[in-house]
């Protein structure tokens, strides 16, 4: 059986952490910088989401969520929660705890239909890819294989792959958006 990176990391796997990193530190520093902007504060930041996403790997469940998802979960409230702190900060001259934040249930829920809505907009827009974008998309993102892997076991050439990738991407982001243009950070890589 195939086993989710982020199971990996919860049972301890030394490699699984930096192969973590690799693979969503692109995701979650888009994230940090969008939500918390200032660049140092973003590095805290972003330190923070994955302590708190290899302390929460256990929690993972790829019948309730496909892994980016449920990282993105994570970096978003660690994100939020991180900026209300600083946000709190100069107004009171103390910054609460982390771990002492809690979301409010109906806060959690209303994140839950959130991320449900997002990841089935999503979905529907790699159904209207291209065949071979969906295929190459979704070893990608749903099952975490590296562009390398793909092209080997398709049998492609590693640009091919690269190229339907970031194609694909494109074309989901502008499907989500309702065909706007859609402008795609170089720095990220997809």
Known sequence: MHQHLLQRVAAGEAAAVEECIDRY??????????????????????????????????RFDPNVASEPTFVAMI????????????????????????????VP????????AEMAEEASKAAAAIRELRPEQQEI???SVYEGWSHQRIADHLQVPLGTVKT????????VRELIQGGAPVFVDPQVNP
Do not use: C
Request: hydrophobic content about 40%; aromatic content about 4%; proline content about 2%.
């Open 25 to 58: 530190g692109g995701l979650i520093w888009s994230l940090a910088r969008k939500l918390v902007g200032v660049h140092a504060d973003a590095e805290d930041a972003v330190q923070e989401v994955f302590i708190d996403l290899w302390k929460s790997a256990d």
């Open 75 to 102: 970096a978003r409230r660690r994100l939020i929660d991180s900026k209300r702190r600083r946000l709190r900060r100069p107004d009171q001259g103390q910054s609460m705890p982390l771990d002492d934040v809690d």
């Open 105 to 112: 249930s109906s806060e959690q829920d209303r994140d839950a």
């Open 137 to 139: 998309l979704s070893l």
């Open 164 to 171: 339907h990738v970031r194609r694909g991407l494109i074309r």
